[in-house]
């Protein structure tokens, strides 16, 4: 037979991780091969059962469910389904299930158990998937996944939790909570825990829903908490809080409670290497320096997507990175330029500032001088400082800012009442060159000098933004610019421009939309959050966005922006520059199926955003 | 003995008066084995899923080039039980077989004999359905070549995915537009991948996926499906 000219086999080929296999067995593995095709929604293997073959899918998409029911896994095309089974010795554990018609072929267990046993890349490929959802690591960040592997919860524990009782006041938890400087305590009802309190409910249930501090802590805590073993794997914990998304983990063993487990543990461990990171930024003495430590940001990048954090906190991870290098450059060039002769705020701007920041950055920044700043005496200094800061970022890779929003131009380097009458002048006559403005300074943060230059003015753009009609409508028609494809399948709409024509854009069409919705909400409530998804989240809880509104958009944010940081990961692996242009044809079914439904969210708040702003009004 | 095999000349019927009479041989192995009742269910049913390459579409004139099939069992297509064969023939090939079905003059000399392809094939298809999209040419073709070669018609059990294609859509629809059935179209609905076509296995592989395809979207287990309902 002429196997070795089919079409089947050369899916088998290419297929990780038999793309290395001689050809020879190749043929064989084609030749043995069974076909199979399950309609949507068919369960084909189910706990106890004994299965035989290892699934490749061909087309389609499949849930792999645990004995909890939570969602364990995802397969799609070229992925493998039943390894774990058959290499156990049959006894299926998980529920498998089509997700999406699918087409599978079959390989027979005994052929293999062969292959992992004579190839190394097959039993580790097989291996490093058997216990969690996380991707092979590249060479060089290999540790990362490792670690999160064989690291058990118990490990990562510090100290106790604090417990308290449902009938303990909310005043006197919270007195607990900060005297212990605790972030989570945990609330039982005699031995049982009925509920978890996060430092997070006393702003959003305490403050912004006015409920008194004498009332009973189980009046803003979240019931019945999910919990995890101590002996269970870091791993699992970390895929546990991105499912749930949620940041603490309570560990019990039986009725005992072990402590609590916090995102922050999982960084610490999984991150190391981050903190040590940064730690070496702020400790280098040269921009020479700097620039070695900053060429470690993209493998950095790669093995933080590997270990299946949210893009949330990735984006938080990796501006912390160009925060400590914009600090670094800040105090090397004080250092040799003196202390500043008046006091001075250093502002970043767009995604540093939103904890946003991806696979790739310009640096937008500005300086806000005291007022009693003089031209003549002052001048000098501040243009040296911004030009060393702005150079140093460019060679470290934040490239300079094309639009010129930079401390380095002389329009954004401007004392305090200058920099009042930017901001009264956007919000009072939002001609358009202004609102390409807004999108850029009404993201802010300043990391360096005397904060309160900045926080003195937020607070006064904030009062006027909110009640200012005219600008919010300008500012929401803005927001609608860009849209994001209607289809998905043949209504791609693609960019102009090269070699990119035939992608996607991430960024501008998915990313950005969410970007500019959420802070006309932000603005419209008068909130000074500035990160997406906080903006969304405190939007929701002042009432400003439905909750179904603002989870739609979170989720449609997140899923766009860690497909993104996936195909930057991608990019960088195979030694590209990463960029945000995605061929539809490297999205799995499963990716555009939930592509799809991102958009589709996106959109529905873009046009419930032009009604309820009254856009139409402004043309 | 039936009252539906009194009243029609039911294949299976012909099979075994054919029987008593070819007892040995490549058709014998064929004609020894009942042709599957019409009870029988597809999970039970064995399938040869098969195709054929040839020359043109007029039986009287044109000939086999190629052969291939595979097996269906059980709900599953088996690889292990597939087969590809070059029917030599000493006719010039028509310009379109050559761009078609990339079969070269020189593959076709050095191909095997028809009657070496029909005495693998045919004891292959003892006791099974074959399985065609539109498979009035495999039909035709195969019946005109036993005929030629051992003086007998072969009784089949033919099932075929462009009729029940025409059937599921001719109830939504009165008139189903003819390109419309075509197996790569067929594939495409049922979200299979598109194989480049023409490869006389490669083809038999692709009507034994669109089987499998059709018999899941009935939403009935295979146990309950019967050969009768095709």
Known sequence: MEIEQLEIRDFIARSAPLERLPGGLLDEIAASLEITYFRRGTTFLSPGEINHSVYLVRTGAIEIYDETGSLYAHSSDGEWVGHRSVLRGGEVQLTVRTLEDSLLYLVPGELFKRLVSDFTEVARFFDERATDRLRSATEGVHGYADALNTVQVRELLHGGAL???????IGEVARQMSQLDASACLVVDGDEIVGIVTDRAFCTQVAARGIGVSGPIARIMTPNPITID???????????????????LPVTHGSEVMGILTATDLLRRQGHNIVYLVNRIHEAKTTEELVTLAGQLPETLVALVESSMTAYDIGHVVSSVGEAITVRLLRMAEDELGDPPIPYAWVVAGSLARDEQAGRSDQDNAIILSDNYRESSHGEFFEQLARR??????????????????????????????????????????????LMYTSIFFDVRAIHGTVSLLDEIKKDVLARARGNSIFLAHLAGNALQFHPPLGLFRNFVLEAGGTEEKALNLKKRGVVPVIDLARVFALASGLAEINTQDRLEAAAASGGLSETGMSDLRYAFEFIGALRLRHQAEQIRRGQEPDNFVAPERLSSLERRHLKDAFEAVRTMQKAMGSRFQVARLS | MN?????????ERRRRRLASSHPTGPLGAYLSRPLPSDKVTIQDLEILSLDLETTGLDVCKDSILSVGYTLVRGGRVVLSESGHHIVRTDAPLPRESVVIHKISDDQVREGQELVDVLGELVPKLAGRALLAHFSRIERRFLEAATQEIWGVKLPLVVIDTLEIERRKLGRVQSEVAPHYLRLFNCRDRYGLPRYRAHNALEDAIATAELFLAQMAHRGRSLDRIRLRDM
């Open chain 1, 389 to 434: 800061v702005s150079d140093g970022l460019d060679a470290c890779g934040y490239e300079y800012c094309p639009g010129d929003v930079m401390a380095t131009n002389p329009r954004w380097r401007q004392p305090q009442k200058v920099w009042s009458g930017y901001y009264r002048e956007w919000i009072e006559s939002p001609e358009p060159k202004a």
């Open chain 1, 230 to 248: 101590p002996n269970s794997v870091a791993a699992e914990a970390m895929a546990l809080m991105a499912r749930r998304n949620i940041k603490h």
């Open chain 1, 163 to 169: 417990v308290v009782q449902r009938t303990d006041s």
């Open chain 2, 3 to 11: 009252l539906a095999d009194l009243l029609f000349r039911s294949p």
